[in-house]
């Protein structure tokens, strides 16, 4: 009878119920003879691939200054859409008037976005031209 490389049990008949045969520990690569044929002995690699996990882009979200909203309808977006305190939410509102612009906050890119849009649609239904952008940080 020849000899083979595979572990005892590991052929095509049926195992005994209950029993739990263990693999063959890994053998150390070169040195031993007789295993250039079958592939039996070689040591097995497991490599785990990670992944990289990167922090999103951040988007700030700007007000433009304009000649015609009102100042406490910047006010009120500010406190609705951005949860600014009456003083942050002055502080802000005065600093896009004397500026220009003013940052309302820095979100990832669909937050901005939907903030974006929440405000625009909210100064278009009350009529006011006010601008709200957003840029990437």
């Known amino acids: 009878m020849a000899s083979s490389s595979r572990p005892v049990g ?17 053998r150390a690569a070169g040195g031993e003879t007789g295993d250039e044929g079958g592939g039996g002995g070689r040591a097995a690699v497991i490599t785990r691939t990670r992944t990289q996990t990167r922090k999103p882009s ?3 979200v700007l007000l433009l200054n304009d000649d015609y909203t009102p100042m406490e ?8 859409y951005f949860n600014k305190n009456p003083d942050e939410a002055t502080r802000i509102m005065l600093h896009v008037h004397h500026h220009g612009v003013g940052e309302c906050g820095v979100y990832t890119y669909e937050v901005a976005e939907t ?23």
């Open 115 to 137: 903030k974006v849009t929440q405000v625009m649609d909210f100064a278009r239904k009350h009529q006011h031209p006010l601008q709200c952008i957003m840029e990437k940080k």
């Open 10 to 26: 590991a052929g095509s008949g049926a195992r005994p119920s209950g029993r739990v045969e263990a693999a063959a520990p890994p």
């Open 58 to 60: 951040m988007y700030r």
């Open 73 to 80: 309808f910047v006010i009120t977006v500010l406190r609705r």
